[in-house]
């Protein structure tokens, strides 16, 4: 699908522009306390010309033909680029946790990583205190992986999904 830079696009958030859009495909978890699965999923990046970038992203457990079993977890945030090509991101879940990232935008090729530097979580939420993510554009696809420290667990990968632009 052809992508187009906006317009209005902030300057600080020229160097990702390749994300703004909808993404969608599949993915597979795993984590030592749990079992493996597959997953589906939408991410959505936009922008109104102000310094962030909107995201939202939402998914839903299938079965290992892709059938829809149920919806799984939802996070929304704000990517911040900065003028040194630094990243910060605000982001909560629909599972009692915030958290606050930072990472850096790759100078030359469409990839940013970031760690997460606090988490605060509500009195109900599961234990999880971090975690690494990183996400690149890999032959037209957004590629990501996320590794997570949770349940007493030391950071292991835990997601990883591969996302077709949509519009």
Known sequence: MPFEIPENIHPQCARLAWLIGTWAGNGHGEYSTIEPFHYGQELIFQQD?????????????????????????????????????????????????TEIWAGEIHPEQPRFEMATDAVARTATAKDYSGGT???????GDLLYAFDMAAMGQPLQPHLHAQLVRQR
Do not use: C, K
């Open 49 to 97: 010309g102000r310094p962030f970038i909107h995201y939202l992203s939402r998914s839903w457990l299938v079965d290992e033909e892709g059938n829809y079993i149920r919806e799984a977890a939802q996070e929304t945030g704000f990517l911040r680029p900065q003028e040194d090509g630094g990243l910060e991101m605000v982001l909560s879940h629909n599972l009692g946790i």
């Open 133 to 139: 993510r990183l996400y690149g554009l890999v032959n």
